[in-house]
Nanobody, 123 residues
Framework: EVQLVESGGGSVQTGGSLTLSCRDSEYPYFMAWFRQAPGKEREGAAAIFKDGSTKYANSVKGRFTISRDNADNTLYLQMTNLKPEDTAMYYC????????????????????WGQGTQVTVSS
């Protein structure tokens, strides 16, 4: 069974940076980062395809960068210029099957999920 394990969360001040990591037990997979704040629905933040192309939510575009280390089966999310509204539990997601690109930031598209890592941004 596929296992995804996130790490790298923590607390930072507005304008700070964090990098999240997700170790994937399988390769290759289509992968993405989602986040969920209290009282809000799970939101797709960034996705990466097997050819290396990426897709970002408008709320994080220009500040977050998703990348993948294929040799180590590790997914990364580099977050810069963090804002209080970025505070959320961040989840790694993966699926071995291709899907229309328009679904890349839709939670229902992904089969496997990590347990999440908390990111808190203070003013």
């Amino acid at each position: 069974e596929v296992q995804l394990v996130e790490s790298g969360g923590g607390s930072v001040q507005t304008g700070g940076s964090l990098t999240l990591s997700c170790r994937d037990s399988e390769y290759p997979y289509f992968m993405a980062w989602f986040r969920q704040a209290p009282g809000k629905e799970r939101e797709g933040a960034a996705a990466i395809f097997k050819d290396g192309s990426t897709k970002y939510a408008n709320s994080v575009k220009g500040r977050f960068t998703i990348s993948r280390d294929n040799a180590d089966n590790t997914l990364y999310l580099q977050m810069t210029n963090l804002k209080p509204e970025d505070t959320a539990m961040y989840y790694c997601a993966a699926d071995p099957r291709a899907a229309p690109a328009i679904q890349a930031l839709s939670a229902d598209r992904y089969k496997y999920w990590g347990q999440g890592t908390q990111v808190t941004v203070s003013s």
